[in-house]
């Protein structure tokens, strides 16, 4: 039996397709009525690619700066007194005083992590043995090294290194120094255990009155050598 004409046409085609069961959801693409169904909330705007990002502010990179190195102590401040030990060639305990290292003196007082440490003992305290000479003639009265290491262990490292008189190697032992002056480094996550010690530094003072800090980041070994002070008497 022939088909009929209208079977055949589009709209009867177009009209089964849609009512077919295989299909669970009308095309909505066929209905200028009828927005389609994205899986977007219906408040969301659709934006064709590419997008365009909008800044109030550039951000700002610098390929110059530096982190800021800070204490407590800085150029122009009276340093805080403070009680510093050693010991004798008789192994008796002594004592000094910051005061009494810098009143009407002209002194040089550096700080290291850490005794027998390994930049400590064969660049920074090395370096102030062997430019002592100079530094005295240039009117520097008194070279100290000072360290957050009992009395004992520092009589001992100077013995190691054959130090004789021409620098001092003083105890900060508690750190009151230290911690006066806001130069603590903190070691204490380190695996080796050094704890609370002192930042590296050195420092010229003029009867008690600071007057050059070369302090370093950490126990960095930059800034504060005897060739470094010298550059800068």
Known sequence: MAMSAAATSPSFTLTKLLSSPKIKQPLSLVSPH??????????????????KFHRTKPFKFSTTSTPKISAT??????????TLSYLDPSDELKTVSVYELTSNKKAILFAVPGAFTPTCSQKHLP????????????????????????????????????????????SDGNGDFTKAIGCELDLSDKPIGLGVRSRRYAMYVEDGVVKILNLEEGGAFNVSSAEDMLKAL
């Open 127 to 170: 370096s102030f043995v062997e430019k002592a000479g100079e530094l005295k003639a240039k009117g520097v009265d008194t070279i100290a090294c000072i360290s957050v290491n009992d009395a004992f262990v520092m009589k001992a490292w100077k013995k190691d290194l054959n130090v004789g008189d021409e620098v001092l190697l003083l």
């Open 34 to 51: 009828k927005k389609p169904n994205f899986m977007f909330s219906s408040s969301a705007a659709f934006t064709p690619f590419p997008l």
């Open 73 to 82: 102590i800085s150029v122009g401040d009276k340093l805080p007194d403070s």
